[in-house]
């Protein structure tokens, strides 16, 4: 019964932003980390950002002072702002839940169906 949707993305110009949103259900915030990973063509899914049980967040060095993940327990959403995209940012975003989430997207239990971000040049 747990379900992640994404929302948000599309295809903007460099140095633009984008928010994207993770509706959640079936999960218990204060239990677990939320995270974003995303996917571009030919590669590995990579971590992209992380908030902790206790509000802690982490992120990937290539997005770090750019991108800032945010919670609303009320709505039960997931939130990553994204200024500054480059065109590197280019991929499919996926939300993510976890008792623990790391770099390694190997150790999500739950995972959303993803949103395509394009950023042009």
């Known amino acids: 019964q747990v379900q992640l949707v994404e929302s948000g993305g599309g295809l903007v110009q460099a140095g633009g932003s984008l928010r994207l949103s993770c509706a959640t259900s079936g999960i218990i915030f204060s239990r677990v980390d939320m995270g974003w990973y995303r996917q571009a063509p030919g590669k590995q899914r990579e971590f992209v950002a992380r908030i902790t049980k206790s509000g802690t967040t982490n992120y990937a060095d290539s997005v770090k002072g750019r991108f800032t993940i945010s919670t609303d327990n009320a709505k039960n959403t997931v939130y990553l702002q994204m200024n500054s995209l480059e065109p590197e940012d280019t991929a499919v975003y996926y939300c993510?839940?976890?008792?623990?989430?790391?770099?390694?997207?190997?150790?999500?239990?739950?995972w959303g169906q993803g949103t395509q971000v394009t950023v042009s040049s």
């Open positions: 993510a839940v976890g008792k623990i989430l790391t770099v390694n997207p190997n150790g999500a239990q739950y």
